[in-house]
């Protein structure tokens, strides 16, 4: 039997399992440390650590909490909080009672929150603090299922007591259900055990509402199985090993994040958790994680941000930073071409002269602010650029990009290790099928894919087919050794009017590329007769920017990103990107919108994607009057 055919026919049913044997097997190793500010309020942080067996307490104990609540099998117990160790332990306990987790994000608002709770039927919601608990408030006539509301924070109780109409202990603290637990388990010391024992692998375990670009969202139903495969597959491709330290701060309510948690029981390293997006920098010198996952904004962001400090230091010295990058993307090239050809990662002796003198003057302090220890990062969630991917890996920062869906669990495909390749997703985990459909759509097929929409059997049907291939819904080519490239969304190719394909994505990372101010960039030009773009740019680049400017220096952003001086920055780097594009695909016109794209207005997801038609829809006068006057055929 080969390894992948063990992988698949010998897994255990669920991930619960996997933590009771990860707690056997390493009980006094580290398995979660977390940040706890200081009682003053001022200074760092103190990071403190659960071993594996402490974890498992809290994790029986909320277990045990729930069943005392009425939890039964495969109910749905929700969790609406940031990422944070609570969130963990929760989750794990969620599944060790042989429920189900329903994830919320932290940012969804208040309706979302409530269509989610209700569709899920969603029986306990564990809620980080009184400003989710507030949300369910104003709709708990329409959740009739919902019978508790455990907070995290303890402190927030005050928000939740009898004068504020929760009289009966609707609301309790996650102390509490501890509590709770803890004395049922006095009497019932193997209640957990023995449940964790019965769970079957086609037991839900997760449901995870789809964000979406647009839409209600759909719940997705992930068995515990899912899990459970994922778990051993990301341990097979040998990317990470029990001495590795990962700095995990994804949100959790997204598969990406989740995904990374299940990895870990089965490899059994320890994870520093915090999702605060504010605290990145200052967290990576002290956790000095040796690898950790993220989303392209974030190689964008700090790409941008080097850049952009490189140009404020003088022209000297951005002409020193463009010099280092070019190096850089070249080496990571050429090496990663030798590696494919020969197995070794040779450069030719200049190159490799140049690379050296670029590491000392750049490359090295990148590495540092990443904590100095960094092996690798993974990359997932939408498509990076290929150019800002070859100047990290030349850097030494391995990008090493993956890709998956809610829908299959997340982690379908990856790069491999020393062999990864810079603008591919890598090969697929090991017993993940896949096929390129006749319209170039990618179809997947394996332990990783969904049992379907929850309720929604007709939406089911429209992307699963009876033999278990799922239609993904993005189009990609693959190598002859078995690499995928993503080439688009199949519903977001560009038709112009000419008849010529484009896609938008390709464009706008090239441009995220060439500028360092911009954050986001939507290009628009289906049924026109040529493109358009709409630029959103990065409000602390742009000011150190604009800082040096004549006439916009102690100017607010507002006034800042709809100057001339911007728009004819913007232009300069519309024409080096339209310079690298066919005739087709160049943006003709462009427009600085007068802020940034976020969440808050629902123009991004919570994995920060694009929603293009809530974008072109709120900037639809932009658009038309770039098209203003011209012949649309």
Same mark, same amino acid.
């Given at each position: ?26 009980? =006094? ?127 927030? $109780? ?19 259900? !501890?509590?709770?637990? /803890? ?10 055990? /023995?449940?964790? &024992? ?77 999702? +605060? ?14 690898? !950790? ?46 590696? &494919? ?33 960094? &092996? ?23 990008? $090493? ?72 819904? #993005? ?67 742009? !000011? ?32 080096? $990107? ?14 600085? $919108?007068?802020? #940034? ?14 929603? +293009?038609?809530?974008?072109? +829809? ?6 038309? =009057? !770039? ?7």
């Amino acid at each position: 039997m080969s390894d992948t055919q063990s992988l698949i026919e010998n897994r255990p049913p669920s991930v619960a399992t996997l933590f009771l044997e990860r707690v056997e097997a390493t009980p =006094e190793a580290p398995a979660y440390r977390y940040p706890v500010p200081p009682a003053s309020g001022e200074g760092p942080d103190e990071w403190h650590s659960y071993t594996w067996s402490e974890a498992a307490r809290r994790v029986f104990a909320i277990a045990a909490g729930l069943m005392v609540l009425g939890v039964r099998p495969e109910e749905r117990v929700a969790i609406a909080s940031g990422t944070r160790v609570d969130w963990i332990l929760s989750d794990l306990g969620i599944l060790c009672a042989g429920a189900a987790t329903t994830t919320v994000y932290p940012s969804t608002n208040t309706g979302e929150t409530a269509f989610i709770l209700a569709d899920s039927e969603s029986r306990v919601l564990i809620a980080e603090d009184a400003t989710q608990l507030a949300k369910v408030r104003e709709h708990r006539s329409e959740l009739p299922r919902l019978d508790h509301v455990v907070l995290i924070e303890e402190g927030d $109780l005050d928000a939740a007591g009898p004068q504020h109409g929760d009289p009966e202990g609707w609301v309790l603290s996650l102390a509490e259900l !501890m509590r709770r637990g /803890d004395a049922y388990l006095e009497k019932n010391p193997d209640a957990v055990s /023995d449940t964790v &024992r019965t769970l079957r692998a086609d037991q839900l375990a997760t449901l995870i509402y789809t964000s979406g670009t647009t839409g209600k969202p759909k719940g997705v139903r992930l068995p515990h199985d899912c899990w459970s495969y994922m778990a051993k597959a990301i341990a097979q491709t040998g990317l990470v090993t029990g001495e590795d330290v990962q700095y995990l701060w994804l949100p959790l309510a997204h598969v990406f994040g989740k995904v990374l948690t299940a990895g870990q029981i089965e490899v059994g390293h320890v994870t520093a958790v915090d999702g +605060r997006i504010d605290k990145i920098i200052e967290n990576l010198p002290v956790v000095r994680p040796t690898y !950790m996952a993220a989303v392209p904004r974030i190689f964008e962001k700090v790409y941008n941000g080097v850049a952009a400090k490189a140009k404020a230091g003088g022209a000297a010295k951005y002409k020193i930073f463009q010099w280092a990058a070019g190096v850089a993307r070249e080496y990571a090239k050429v090496t990663q071409d030798n590696f &494919r050809r020969t197995g070794s990662h040779a450069a030719p002796a200049g190159l490799k002269a140049k690379h050296a003198v670029a590491d000392r003057l750049v490359y090295a302090k990148l590495r540092e602010a990443f904590g100095g220890r960094l &092996r690798a990062c993974v990359s997932g969630s939408a498509a990076l650029a290929p150019d800002i991917g070859y100047f990290f890996a030349g850097a030494g920062v391995h990008v $090493l990009e993956g890709y998956g869906l809610t829908e299959s669990s997340a982690a379908s495909f990856v790069n491999p290790g020393e062999a990864y390749r810079t603008g591919t997703v890598g090969k697929p985990l090991p017993g993940t099928e896949v096929r390129i459909a006749e319209d170039g759509e990618i179809l997947l097929r394996g332990p990783g894919i969904m049992q379907g929409y929850h309720g929604l059997p007709e939406k089911t049907a429209e992307v699963l087919e009876d033999d278990g291939w799922f239609h993904t819904g #993005d189009i990609g080519e693959l190598s002859d050794d078995g690499y995928l490239r993503i080439t688009d969304r199949k519903k977001d190719l560009i038709k112009t009017s000419g008849g010529k394909y484009i896609a938008p994505a390709e464009v706008e990372g090239q441009f995220k590329a060439l500028c360092p101010y911009v954050s986001n960039i939507l290009v628009h030009g289906a049924d026109r007769n040529f493109c358009t773009a709409l630029i959103a740019l990065d409000e602390p680049s742009l !000011m150190a920017w604009a800082a040096d400017q004549e006439g916009l220096k102690g100017k607010p952003y507002e006034e800042v990103v709809l100057s001339e001086q911007v728009r004819e920055l913007m232009d300069e780097y519309v024409e080096q $990107l339209n310079a690298t594009l066919q005739r087709w695909q160049t943006v003709k016109k462009f427009r600085v $919108l007068p802020r #940034d794209l976020d969440i808050e207005h629902g123009e991004l997801t919570p994995s920060l994607k694009l929603k +293009r038609p809530v974008v072109e +829809r709120e900037y639809g006068a932009l658009i038309e =009057e !770039m098209y203003a006057g011209t012949r649309e055929t």
